[in-house]
T-cell receptor, first 117, second 114 residues
Framework: GAVVSQHPSRVICKSGTSVKIECRSLDFQATTMFWYRQFPKKSLMLMATSNEGSKATYEQGVEKDKFLINHASLTLSTLTVTSAHPEDSSFYIC?????????????FGPGTRLTVL | AQSVTQPDIHITVSEGASLELRCNYSYGATPYLFWYVQSPGQGLQLLLKYFSGDTLVQGIKGFEAEFKRSQSSFNLRKPSVHWSDAAEYFCAVGFSGGYNKLIFGAGTRLAVHP
């Protein structure tokens, strides 16, 4: 149980376009979803936390107009990178936490590799 | 401020040798503690976690970790490393805050020599 999927796994886009990444909890209701960004050979940096039906809470330094997060249902959250630029190229990972997850436990998706040309 | 430190950026061990990866945290109360493993290009897999109770916890793939409150540490150990253990290992700490916010260490890259 507690499986989280991400789609797509890889995406290449042109500079200036927008890209949407989906994060789904497949077998539990995710009351909270998290979005992380991982730079090459670096740790995960939390970008934002979202609760179903509420606006996302962004970490300091993360542009909310650049990285649009929607958590419209208990099984789906989306991250849209708007007007992407090469510096947005990164590995984006989502995680989900819910009633079945236990205190403090997040379940991670496999990640999405974004390359902006 | 809350922080997680993994002092070793890169560790190389021989297959069959024992392993210990260090993790220290800074927090005023007892946090929730996690070790994750990440293979190249993959997401994170939970190895083990500590919430309360026995300070020595067993995880998957033969890993264990010990919580030492006096040292603010949660070191990961394995008695005999396999070549397939080569990966990036992240220690993470969960601080109470309503949303189970995790703070990750910088990671330790493990290389295994045959």
């Amino acid at each position: 149980g507690a499986v989280v999927s991400q789609h797509p796994s890889r995406v290449i886009c042109k500079s200036g376009t927008s890209v949407k990444i989906e994060c789904r909890s497949l077998d539990f209701q995710a009351t909270t979803m998290f979005w992380y960004r991982q730079f090459p050979k670096k740790s995960l940096m939390l970008m934002a936390t979202s609760n179903e039906g509420s606006k996302a809470t962004y970490e300091q330094g993360v542009e909310k107009d650049k990285f649009l997060i929607n958590h419209a249902s208990l099984t789906l959250s989306t991250l849209t990178v708007t007007s992407a630029h090469p510096e947005d190229s990164s590995f984006y990972i989502c995680s989900a936490s819910g009633l079945l997850a236990g205190t403090g436990e997040q379940f991670f998706g496999p990640g999405t590799r974004l390359t902006v040309l | 401020a809350q922080s997680v430190t993994q002092p070793d950026i890169h560790i190389t061990v021989s297959e069959g040798a024992s392993l210990e990866l260090r993790c220290n945290y800074s927090y005023g109360a007892t946090p929730y503690l996690f070790w994750y493993v990440q293979s190249p290009g993959q997401g994170l897999q939970l190895l083990l976690k500590y919430f309360s109770g026995d300070t020595l916890v067993q995880g998957i793939k033969g890993f264990e970790a010990e919580f030492k409150r006096s040292q603010s540490s949660f070191n990961l150990r394995k008695p005999s490393v396999h070549w397939s253990d080569a990966a990036e290992y992240f220690c993470a700490v969960g601080f109470s805050g309503g949303y189970n916010k995790l703070i990750f260490g910088a990671g330790t890259r493990l290389a295994v020599h045959p």
